[in-house]
């Protein structure tokens, strides 16, 4: 995956979810902590470097945390220094639905779980190689499941 094909998905349309999971806001809020909640259905961000998993080293995957669909490794996981954990590439490509953001006057690219649609962060071409591509993620919207 490559910076155009994010801007494309971002323009044209994410690839279709692996399933769907879709509840109430009462439901989500019942199932959710409260800082969850703002950031996951209601498109909050963490404040950098406060999040659970900023710099988290330990083995597995990061899963959402409101449906459990896995969406990135832990082995893409690097140290982008902005203050929320950075993977360069989904798990899979149908994980992840690429928004067009143009809110408080900017240009980026919203990533939300494509199963649930909440809200985990934005996707940036500044990332190392492999894909050049940096997912910015809040540790709210995460879980880790660690290996075995």
């Known amino acids: 995956m490559k910076w155009t094909d994010v ?4 323009e044209k349309g994410s690839p279709a979810p692996p399933r769907r999971v879709e509840k109430t806001a009462a439901e989500w809020q019942g199932q959710l902590s409260a ?3 703002r950031v996951t259905r209601q498109h909050g961000t963490e404040r950098p470097f406060s999040g659970e ?7 597995g995957l990061y899963a959402c945390v409101c449906c459990h669909t896995p ?14 954990p950075s993977f360069t590439a989904p798990v899979e490509p149908n ?13 980026r690219v919203e990533v ?3 199963v ?3 809200h985990l962060g934005h996707v940036f071409p500044d990332g190392p190689p492999p894909t050049g591509l ?9 879980q880790l499941a660690e290996e075995e």
């Not at 801007?7 to 971002?10: L, M, T």
């Open 7 to 10: 801007i494309q998905y971002a």
């Open 35 to 37: 800082e969850q909640f």
């Open 112 to 114: 939300q779980c494509s």
């Open 53 to 59: 998993y900023c710099e988290a080293h330990d083995p």
């Open 71 to 84: 969406l990135f490794d832990s082995r893409v996981k690097f140290e982008s220094g902005t203050g929320w």
């Open 134 to 142: 940096r997912f910015c993620i809040n540790s709210a919207s995460l």
């Open 116 to 118: 649930c649609d909440a």
């Open 95 to 107: 994980v992840i639905n690429y928004i067009m953001d143009t809110s408080f006057g900017m240009r």
